[in-house]
């Protein structure tokens, strides 16, 4: 299983709104940058991410999982664009700022530390686990 994290602007889609989809989950449409489209496109069902809140909060408020992998992008008729689906798995007890991820030994090497403008990032294990223990999973 890989790690991700998937950003989004809650005025233009909140974990509230991810949340509500259920298992049928939502399709993660409308990125267009070539680091992030394939980023989803190395995704497999299963896969585990966190949901962050950008501009607005700047945190880490939920764990997400891939549901369907990656495929045509239905916001453009560009066929270079493709995405995944992802579905809320669960928020977490504790939202976790980008303050935090900065001051954080742990997370020194993690793409939202050093590149916070990347839509779809990937996290490393560790990485995942030390979110987790900051956020009281």
Request: charged share 25%; glycine share 8%.
């Amino acid at each position: 299983m890989a790690f991700w994290l998937f950003k989004s602007e809650p005025d233009t889609w909140s974990w509230d709104q991810q949340v509500a989809k259920g298992d049928e989950g939502e399709e993660w449409g409308g990125v267009r940058n070539y680091q992030a489209r394939n980023n989803m496109r190395a995704m497999v069902t299963g896969d585990r991410g966190f949901f962050y809140h950008s501009n607005v909060g700047k945190e880490i408020v939920g764990i997400v999982e891939v549901c369907r992998e990656a495929s045509h992008d239905s916001t453009t008729d560009d066929p270079r664009w493709e995405c995944v689906w992802i579905k809320a798995v669960k928020p977490l007890p504790r939202a976790v700022t980008l303050e935090e991820c900065k001051a954080s030994p742990d997370l020194a090497g993690m793409v939202l530390v050093g590149n916070s403008r990347l839509s779809v990032q990937p996290v490393t294990e560790e990485q995942f686990a030390a979110i987790c223990r900051m956020a009281g999973l």
